[in-house]
């Protein structure tokens, strides 16, 4: 069992950034990958960004160069920096943890995010 808790979401201006939180426990060990995706109002979810247990990362073209997928190992925490907002990220963000058995993972409950002037 792995657990995730987002926090950090919030209201912001166009153009300004915010950081976002997953704190996972549980069995950590058992993790491959962190990822974030997001899903706006009537829209599918999208992946955002991935980061192995080898640290490699990949981000959708939507946020490459504007958006860091980190972790901090110390404490469990998976983070979304996300910098240059635009009011098209407007959505609620989700962190997954996939798990090393094929198709397993657990997701966090989401945090909204909105851009809007």
């Known amino acids: 069992q792995v657990q995730l808790v987002e926090s950090g979401g919030g209201l912001v201006q166009p153009g300004g950034s915010l950081r976002l939180s997953c704190a996972a426990s549980?069995?950590?060990?058992?993790?491959?990958?962190m990822q974030w995706y997001r899903q706006a109002p009537g829209k599918r979810r999208e992946w955002i960004a991935t980061i192995t247990r080898s640290d490699s990362t990949g981000y959708a073209t939507s946020v490459k160069g504007r958006f860091t997928i980190s972790r901090n190992n110390a404490n469990n925490t998976l983070y979304l920096q996300m910098d240059s907002l635009k009011p098209e990220d407007t959505a609620v963000y989700y962190c997954?943890?996939?798990?090393?058995?094929?198709?397993?993972?657990?997701w966090g409950q989401g945090t909204q995010v909105t851009v809007s002037s």
């Open positions: 997954y943890a996939e798990l090393d058995w094929p198709g397993s993972g657990y």
């Open positions: 549980g069995s950590i060990s058992s993790i491959n990958s």
